[in-house]
């Protein structure tokens, strides 16, 4: 979830460390450092508490030196202080470390480290390593041979980055297991390194990423990669398409209203090339399961995390309805730990905005490893982690990157992804056929046209965003396929506006719920005229009657409705399997408006990390 950058060549390092360090400040942005070494081997490490400005503010003379390291911290072990913050370096100052992941056995090694004579002088697992490798040193190690053996003692999913005093040429990274990548990035006579491609684009797209159980040493004059068993691997950096202007913020405020305004490209992004009218139907390039495979298979399991796992409650309703397959849909953090029953004739689909979530990176392994169930992955980043596990076997979302910390432009084009997955093996299947089809597909097509005019109801959630903004509870409802877009609008809330809220299926409102509900209390329904409307027009009338202000998300033209509540907010009538793609655009506009109104950090939420590369 932190964020690592490295850089060495002829530039002076402290200034591309801290630009770096801006473009990753959205996976943790609680403290930030830097360590510089200067050639004759004088380091200065520089880190503070709080967002990147206050370190920058606290630097008046940038350090020298063309060789460096950087941070930015999403607390896990230790406060957010100074001292916790990284780099962390060896208690001789030998040894400069900065670290993603958790260091599992820290505790242990602490210990080791006492015997030894050496003290941590902060609180985090993190000082664990430089400390070892400074101890290795002092008993006649190399660099090399005391990085390579830490590496072999930490457990967990760790990135680590490390600078020695006395060679400050060099930079060491390691990668070791899924707690998130190192991306090496080539530039004239320069090397970059961070723990995503973003951070790297405005100087280089010639990159190749480390694998897991990889490590390497970056230089200007050279690179050497090796596994952990000290066998060379191949440095062979490949040239990467991403727009540096997709990444800007443009003329927006923050970056989630950017992602917002900008679905309606970013759905038809993904399903263009994919779905067909005439004759209807739909392929998916990067799909490689066989048709053989898919007539074979007898079940789905959608895993995710969050939104993604909000997008995977959708795509249940769309495998069983459109593959006709039954479908399950599970937190993959759950799943993985409740020795879950599955085989070869299950389709696991593991949606992961950046590939990199761990908890849904380690359900994936182990329902390979266990079970030897296919996979598909639904991600947005091209050659991530969840590709790779995938086989290859991924749907990219082809959103562009998604900045802000709060997902939604990857949950709609999460959901479409699933929906044409879902119509890809109805169709193989023979069970999404003829004119079934083809209504399948044209409705799909639809789903860009219909957000955009969702969009165009801006104003109306900006006035709930004002009278809501002062409260300190609110309860969506939705039932069928809307109650996923409930929790997903409820998540939302809570992220970025800090007001409680929760997504509740509106039939189960009443076991519990209810008792709550006064006039205190909004209520967000999202009632579009599909199959379950009446059971929702009855769902509205018990909050009502229990004094709640209720805010309806229904379809236009429907007076009684609008008439009926406090606040109607229209959406184009659609194919009921569309629906939620318009309820989520005013379940995404009133969390944007409820959190500006209240003055907070839409893009960087406090406690949040875009990239959640721990348990
Ligand atoms: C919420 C949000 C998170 C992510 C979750 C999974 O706005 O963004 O809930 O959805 O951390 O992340 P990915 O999709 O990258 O696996």
């Excluded at 849909?329 to 799943?335: G, K, L, P, T, V």
Aim: charge should be negative.
């Amino acid at each position: 979830m932190c964020g690592i950058i490295g850089y060495v060549g002829k530039q002076a390092a402290g200034p591309v460390l801290l630009e770096g360090l801006q473009r990753l400040n959205y996976r943790g942005y609680d403290s930030s450092g830097i360590a510089v070494l200067d050639h004759d081997g004088a380091l200065a490490v520089l880190k503070r508490s709080g967002k990147l400005a206050e370190l920058e503010a606290s630097i008046s003379d940038p350090p020298a030196g063309r060789i460096g390291i950087g941070h930015t911290r999403w607390a896990t072990h230790g406060a957010v202080s100074d001292g916790n913050a990284h780099p962390h370096v060896s208690d001789d100052s030998a040894v400069v470390v900065v670290h993603n992941g958790i260091v599992e056995n820290y505790r242990e090694l602490r210990a080791q480290l006492g015997q030894a004579g050496v003290t941590c002088t902060s609180e985090t697992d993190s000082e664990v390593i430089p400390q070892l490798m400074g101890l290795y040193l002092r008993e006649g190690a190399d660099f090399a041979e005391a990085f390579q053996r830490v590496l072999g003692e930490i457990k967990g999913g760790n990135a680590v980055v490390a600078m020695e005093r006395a060679q400050p040429d060099q930079i060491y990274a390691a990668r070791l297991g899924n707690a998130g990548g190192i991306v090496l990035g080539v530039g004239e006579g320069e090397m970059f390194l961070a723990s995503d491609l973003p951070a790297l684009l405005p100087h280089t797209t010639l990159v190749q990423p480390l694998e897991n159980g990889q490590w390497a040493v970056v230089s200007a004059a050279g690179t050497t990669i090796r596994d952990l068993a000290g066998e060379a691997v191949p440095f062979e950096p490949v040239k990467v398409n991403l727009d540096p202007v997709a990444v800007a913020k443009g003329p927006y405020k923050h970056f989630m209203q950017k992602e917002i305004m900008e679905q309606p490209r970013a759905l038809s992004d993904c399903i263009r090339g994919r779905a067909r009218v005439n004759p209807a139907g739909v392929s998916l390039e990067d799909v490689t399961l066989t048709d053989d495979q898919i007539r074979s298979l007898r079940r789905v399991l959608i895993i995710g995390m969050g939104t993604s796992m909000h997008a995977g409650m959708v795509g249940r309703f769309y495998m069983e309805r459109l593959a006709g397959l039954p479908t399950d849909c599970d937190n993959a953090s759950e799943f993985r730990y409740r020795e879950p029953l599955l085989g070869p004739e299950t389709l696991v689909v593991a949606v992961t905005q950046s590939g990199e979530t761990v908890d849904t990176l380690g359900a994936m392994a182990q329902v390979r490893d266990d079970w030897g169930a296919p996979r598909v992955a639904v991600t947005n980043v091209e050659g991530s982690e969840a590709a790779r596990m995938a086989d290859g076997s991924a749907i990219y979302l082809r959103c562009g990157p998604e900045i802000g910390v709060a997902s939604t432009k990857t949950f709609v084009a999460s959901m479409a992804a699933m929906y044409l997955l879902a119509c890809r093996i109805g169709q193989v299947r023979g069970y999404l056929q003829g004119a079934k089809l083809e209504h399948a597909v044209e409705a799909l097509m639809t789903a860009p046209g219909i957000v955009d005019q969702a969009l165009a109801q801006k104003d109306l959630c900006r006035h709930v965003g004002r009278i809501c903004r002062h409260i300190g509870h609110i309860l969506y409802l939705g039932r069928g396929l809307q109650y996923p877009v409930a929790m997903e609008g409820a998540l939302k809330c809570k992220e970025i506006s800090y007001i409680h809220a929760e997504g509740y299926p509106a039939g189960e409102m009443k076991h519990g719920p209810i008792a709550l509900i006064d006039r205190n209390m909004p209520v967000i329904a999202l009632a579009p005229r599909d199959p379950l409307y009446d059971k929702m027009w009855s769902n509205i009338q018990q909050v009502q009657a229990r004094d709640a202000t209720v805010i309806a998300v229904g379809t236009e033209g429907d007076e009684e409705l609008a008439s009926a509540v406090d606040v109607f907010i229209p959406i184009p009538a659609c194919d009921p399997l569309i629906a939620p793609f318009a309820t989520a655009i005013p379940a995404q506009l009133i969390a944007y408006y409820l959190a500006t109104g209240r003055g907070a950090d839409v893009d960087q939420p406090r406690n949040l990390a875009k990239t959640v590369t721990v348990e």
